[in-house]
């Protein structure tokens, strides 16, 4: 019976997790696409630790769809406001915060790879970290309708969500509190983030 009670009494936490967890996470995603230097990996993998200690057997399913539907919607907006700035004359803003985030070297790779391999480098420059802006750029200079690049985008979103969803879980799993598997997921993350640009100046 005080079992009974205890798990009742942890319902209304949940579903006010719930509550306030999905429309964070998702706001947070699409601006994550609107605006690159938001980590939206480390909001993802966090959002599975919650999920994972939580008792609904759907909250990772949830989790998942609400991440991976932000990151695709976020996306499609970034690149339908880059397509204004290069249909303008002056162009806009957001075609320049795009342009300021592809280093010159990883643009000319990610258009070489899109004419080799079309609308499949979008899947993988969603996991490679900074990989995005580049590639999507790519597109914006090869005139893309938005239409190909959703047909790419779709599946890098759900690629993505999942990587770092799996994260999460992992983090979740190992560590008893979820802080602590959010902590975890969230160094992990930063650290793979970083990783390439580390490298790349150890090798140079």
Do not use: N
């Not at 759907?58 to 970034?78: I, P, R, T």
């Not at 397509?83 to 010159?104: C, F, K, N, T, Y």
């Not at 079309?118 to 969603?126: D, E, I, K, Q, T």
């Not at 590639?135 to 969500?161: D, E, H, N, Q, Y």
Request: hydrophobic share 50%; charged share 15%; with cysteine.
């Amino acid at each position: 019976m005080i079992g009974h009670f205890g798990e009742l009494a942890r319902l209304p936490a949940e579903s006010t997790q719930q509550a306030v967890g999905y429309p964070s996470l998702f706001l947070l995603v699409v601006l994550g696409s609107l605006v690159p230097v938001v980590p939206t990996g480390a909001v993802v993998s966090s959002a599975a630790v919650v999920a994972v200690h939580q008792s609904s057997p759907f909250s990772l399913l949830f989790s998942f769809c609400v991440a991976a539907l932000a990151a695709f919607l976020g996306d499609l907006a970034l690149y339908w406001l880059g397509r204004r700035g290069v249909r303008s004359r002056g162009g806009s803003r957001w075609l320049e915060r795009i342009h300021d985030h592809a280093a010159p070297e990883r643009l000319d790779q990610a258009r070489t790879k899109l004419t080799e391999h079309g609308v499949a480098v979008l899947v993988l420059s969603r996991l490679v970290p900074a990989g995005r802006i580049p590639v999507m750029l790519a597109c914006l200079l090869a005139s893309w309708p938005l239409r190909r690049f959703a047909r790419g985008a779709g599946p890098a979103a759900l690629a993505w969500a999942g990587t770092y969803q799996v994260i999460g879980v992992v983090g979740g799993s190992v560590f008893r509190e979820p802080w602590e598997g959010v902590v975890a997921a969230v160094l992990l993350t930063v650290a793979i983030a970083v990783a390439p640009g580390v490298w790349r100046r150890l090798r140079r």
